[in-house]
T-cell receptor
């Protein structure tokens, strides 16, 4: 149980275009989803927290107009990187937690974004 | 906000030896401390976690200790095997399912 998927697993896009990444909880209802960015050989940096049906909470330094997050349902959250630039190239990972007092977050497999 | 520091950044051990990774945190309200193993290009996988009401937890070759007074926690891997080679991250959070703050990671290499 507790499976989280991401789509696509990798994507290459041209500078100036937008790209959408989906994060789905396959066998549980995710009341909260988190989006992380991980540069090569670095740690995971939290970008934002999204709760179903409400606006995402962005971490300091993360541009909300550039990284659009939508948590439209209890099983789906999307991250849209708008007007992508080469410096946005990174590994984007989502995680999800369900209802109740569980501490554990379940991570998706990640999406490798390359902006050319 | 929370700040988590992790040491060492790299660790090379001989197969069969023990490996120890240490983390310190700054937020005294943090009460959940998971450890993740991440292989190249893959998702982080939870290997063990500990909550603030417990001082030590063990699962086969892996153990975690927590010192709330000193605000540090450690991961201990005994009888290391080549498949233990990976990057390990510690993390801390305040409450159930709350956002995680990660340490910088430790690259562990187990030499056969």
């Amino acid at each position: 149980g507790a499976v989280v998927s991401q789509h696509p697993s990798w994507v290459i896009c041209k500078s100036g275009t937008s790209v959408k990444i989906e994060c789905r909880s396959l066998d549980f209802q995710a009341t909260t989803m988190f989006w992380y960015r991980q540069f090569p050989k670095q740690s995971l940096m939290l970008m934002a927290t999204s709760n179903e049906g409400s606006k995402a909470t962005y971490e300091q330094g993360v541009e909300k107009d550039k990284f659009l997050i939508n948590h439209a349902s209890l099983t789906l959250s999307t991250l849209t990187v708008t007007s992508a630039h080469p410096e946005d190239s990174s590994f984007y990972i989502c995680s999800a937690r369900g209802r109740g007092a569980s501490y554990e977050q379940y991570f998706g497999p990640g999406t490798r974004l390359t902006v050319t | 906000g929370e700040n988590v520091e992790q040491h060492p950044s790299t660790l090379s051990v001989q197969e069969g030896d023990s490996a120890v990774i240490k983390c310190t945190y700054s937020d005294s309200a943090s009460n959940y401390f998971p450890w993740y193993k991440q292989e190249l290009g893959k998702r982080p996988q939870l290997i063990i976690d500990i909550r603030s009401n417990v001082g030590e937890k063990k699962d086969q070759r892996i153990a975690v200790t927590l010192n709330k007074t000193a605000k540090h926690f450690s991961l201990h891997i005994t009888e290391t095997q080549p498949e233990d080679s990976a990057v390990y991250f510690c993390a801390a959070s305040r409450a159930a399912g709350n956002k995680l703050t990660f340490g910088g990671g430790t690259r562990v290499l187990v030499k056969p």
